[in-house]
């Protein structure tokens, strides 16, 4: 087993590298922010105060949509490495 991947070593890190890529675009498709969230907090029906919950979930959205962009910078950088190993 140690000598197969030993052997293998940049075909792993190269499929890593892309199961992190389809991970990250999977995590981007689904918390890509939608322009029904309000950043701000501020409702679509005119009064004074901010809603709580359209601000955690914004909050929600743009922390996964970080996740997703690491898994993608993630799997780039193992593809690169790959091609050097």
Do not use: H
């Amino acid at each position: 087993m140690k000598e197969y991947i030993c052997l293998n070593l940049p075909k792993l890190i190269n499929a890593s590298g892309l199961i992190f890529d389809i991970i990250g675009i999977l995590i981007l498709w689904k918390f890509g922010l939608p322009k029904s969230i309000s950043r701000t907090g501020a409702q679509f029906i005119i009064t004074e105060e901010t809603n709580e919950e359209e601000i955690a979930k914004a909050v929600k959205y743009d922390a996964f949509a970080k996740v997703g962009l690491v898994f993608i910078i993630t799997g780039f950088i193992l593809q690169l490495i790959s091609n050097f190993i």
